[in-house]
């Protein structure tokens, strides 16, 4: 079974620092592009950043990019979202999702079921 | 970027009959080069993360029930739902994934009439 699991969210204050992380099993991690789609409460779906399978194309959202930070080990089956500089409005669940392809991007499937991250003094 | 425009942003359908959800594209996202939309539709349920229903706007996603259906092309497109069942009731969200930054629509949320 394919299968997304995020962890490392959790409260934060404005300018601080999280890394998500996100684990995959059931597929060759290896062989797929992968994302971050975020969502704040009760809001609308954000794409957030890509990666492709071998990490040599990266693509961010204008807001978050110079923040954030895309990263994967392919040894390991884990993707990973580094966050600095965090403001109010990056409040949401961290959604990890698989691309269809190894470079080109499509629809996303399958989804984590996502992690909190809360930025609040 | 490219604007996806969901509308309605809700609507209230009797159980058994059709529920029609419009997304429209601010520009075409159809490739001429292999003439397809790049367009997609998800379900999410409360508490759940988005489920992939469609893509290629009209292919079902395999285990997708056939009463979900899309149609459409260039930059007006729809998800159909055909004698709606209480497990339908969801938020509804289309997706191009014809240029960086991939956008989604606001949402069309299905609840019974």
């Known amino acids: 079974e394919v299968q997304l699991v995020e962890s490392g969210g959790g409260l934060v204050k404005p300018g601080g620092s999280l890394r998500l992380s996100c684990a995959a099993s059931?597929?060759?991690?290896?062989?797929?592009?992968m994302n971050w789609v975020r969502q704040a409460p009760g809001k609308g779906l954000e794409w957030v950043s890509f990666?492709?399978?071998?990490?040599?194309?990266?693509y961010y959202a204008d807001s978050v990019r110079g923040r954030f930070t895309i990263s994967r080990d392919n040894a390991k089956n884990s993707l990973y979202l580094q966050m600095n500089n965090l403001r109010a409005e990056d409040t949401a669940f961290y959604y990890c999702?698989?691309?269809?392809?190894?470079?080109?991007?499509?629809?996303?499937?399958?989804w984590g079921q996502g992690t909190l991250v809360t930025v609040s003094s | 970027d490219i604007v996806m425009t969901q509308s309605p942003d809700s609507l209230a359908v009797s159980l058994g009959e059709r529920a029609t959800i419009n997304c429209k594209s601010s520009q075409s996202v159809l490739y001429s080069s292999n003439n397809k939309n790049f367009l997609s539709w998800y379900q999410q349920k409360p508490g759940q993360p988005p489920k992939l229903l469609i893509y290629?706007?009209?292919t079902r996603e395999s285990g997708v029930p056939d009463r979900f259906s899309g149609s459409g092309s260039g930059t007006d497109f729809t998800l159909t739902i055909s004698n709606l069942q209480a497990e339908d009731v969801a938020v509804y969200y289309c997706?191009?994934?014809?240029?960086?930054?991939?956008?989604f629509g606001q949402g069309t949320k299905v609840e019974i009439k």
């Open positions: 990666i492709s399978s071998s990490s040599s194309l990266i």
């Open positions: 999702a698989r691309d269809q392809d190894s470079g080109r991007y499509y629809w996303f499937d399958p």
């Open positions: 997706q191009q994934y014809y240029t960086s930054p991939r956008t």
């Open positions: 059931g597929f060759s991690f290896s062989s797929y592009s």
């Open positions: 290629w706007a009209s």
